[in-house]
């Protein structure tokens, strides 16, 4: 969710959650997430800690706009990037060095989502669909989908619905068996 504190927003500061499908714990520390506006090359950087457990969320705050919406709920890891409202690229990433590139190569990240129908690279064939200040794009199957292949696995929904989910949020949402 990129919208946060821009007029119509629901949140006051942008946000990107991530979700553990699997089914062992995961630890974060020395993970980051990395953020890059749409045609930059350059990736901001957000280190990561603690354990993600099975069917567990974990909430990343960014940066936020002019104040309008409302406070997210308490953040498992933090830093002030601003993220664009519309389109933009998101890297779940297994160490803290910056990538490089306008693309990353695949093997550089673990995951990764590209927002907005003219971003230019994303995980599959396409990008998600546009969003808004008061939308965000949710994976689907409450975190649950990933076919590698963004616009098959988000859909974009109001910011508010299902809203930011933290690590403290319950009930735990196991996926099952995965294939």
């Excluded at 997430?33 to 800690?49: D, F, G, I």
């Excluded at 069917?55 to 919406?69: C, P, S």
């Excluded at 508010?160 to 068996?177: D, E, H, T, V, W």
Aim: glycine share 16%; hydrophobic share 35%.
């Amino acid at each position: 969710y990129g919208g946060g504190g821009a007029p119509g927003a629901p949140w006051r500061n942008d946000f990107i959650e991530l979700f553990n499908r699997g089914t062992t714990a995961v630890s974060l520390n020395g993970w980051s997430v990395q953020y890059a506006n749409p045609a930059a090359s350059t990736w901001q950087v957000t280190a990561l800690s603690g354990t993600l457990n099975p069917g567990q969320y974990y909430l990343v705050k960014e940066g936020g706009g002019a104040g309008v919406g409302a406070a997210l709920p308490l953040a498992d890891a933090g830093n002030t990037s601003l993220m664009h409202n519309t389109l933009g690229k998101v890297a779940l990433v297994n160490g803290t060095t910056s990538l490089a590139g306008l693309c990353p190569a695949p093997g550089t990240y673990e995951d990764f989502v590209g927002y907005g129908a003219a971003v230019t690279c994303a995980e599959g064939s396409s990008p998600t669909a546009d969003l808004s200040n008061a939308t965000a794009a949710v994976r689907s199957g409450g975190g649950c989908t990933d076919t590698n292949n963004n616009a098959a696995d988000f859909t974009v929904t109001g910011a508010a619905s299902p809203g930011p989910r933290n690590g403290a949020f319950l009930p735990l949402n196991p996926c099952g068996s995965l294939s």
